[in-house]
């Protein structure tokens, strides 16, 4: 029992004589290097390229640490926009000082809104942060009610929050047709065709073919869809016997 005793007194003292020891430690070496360390006033780095302010603060025998980056409107890229501790602080020499730096304007790409109506466009523009700020109704090819042209191609990067302008097509302008497929059909067909649509047979071509029918139409001029003028002549390739 005694020997346990004596045992843990000389555990205690040991581990008092320790504390003591790193109690001397600080208070003569730790503490006043700290105390005696120089003050200097930090500087205002807000506003600075992140390369001007680790300068400014490593001349002053300070620590510039980036902490984080981050989107904003008001700053250039790399430019600081945050830093702490803040202007005029008074600090130890070798203190670091967090900077926070703009990651610049935030960008989107341009979705792909051709052939789209324009509550489809307007869907996909708010998702990603633009605007559908004008909409010009134009004459087109297209359908009544869809999108016939875009402000910025597909894919180009652009500022989020930019408003964009759309056209929509109103149809084709009056008077006009649009050229039917007549590829395939006879010489007969294609006349009662076009004459349904007010249009006419123009120039007549013919090229030997040995699987096709006599007078059977294999190439016409303008191509189907192509919207021309009432009363326009289609020309067209027939087929003959050798």
């Not at 503490?31 to 600075?48: H, I, M, S, T």
């Not at 109103?170 to 007010?198: A, Q, T």
């Amino acid at each position: 029992m005694k020997n346990k005793i004596r045992k843990y007194s000389i555990l205690l003292t040991v581990v008092l004589l320790s504390f003591f020891v790193f109690l001397l430690i600080i208070d003569n070496f730790i503490l006043p290097f700290y105390v005696a360390a120089d003050e200097v006033k930090v500087p205002a780095v807000v506003g600075k390229h992140k390369d001007e302010a680790i300068k400014l603060l490593t001349d002053l025998n300070l620590s510039p640490v980036i902490q984080t980056s981050r989107y904003d409107e008001r700053f250039n890229k790399d430019y600081v926009i945050f830093q702490k501790p803040s202007t005029n602080s008074t600090v130890k020499e070798n203190r670091r000082v967090y900077l926070t730096v703009s990651g610049g304007v935030q960008t989107v790409q341009m979705p792909f809104l051709i052939n789209k109506t324009v509550r489809d466009a307007q869907i996909n523009l708010e998702r990603i942060g633009l605007v559908l700020a004008q909409i010009e109704e134009v004459e087109s090819e297209f359908p009544p009610n869809l999108i016939v042209e875009q402000q910025f191609p597909e894919g180009k990067e652009i500022p989020k929050g930019t408003s964009v302008w759309i056209k929509v097509s109103i149809g084709p302008k009056v008077g006009m047709v649009r050229v039917p497929n007549i590829l395939g059909k006879s010489l007969n067909e294609v006349e009662n065709i076009l004459k349904s649509v007010s249009l006419r047979i123009g120039l007549k071509t013919y090229i030997h073919s040995s699987t096709l029918l006599p007078n059977t139409v294999v190439d016409q001029q303008p191509a189907e869809n192509t919207l021309v003028a009432v009363g326009d002549s289609v020309n067209i390739v027939l087929t003959a016997n050798k």
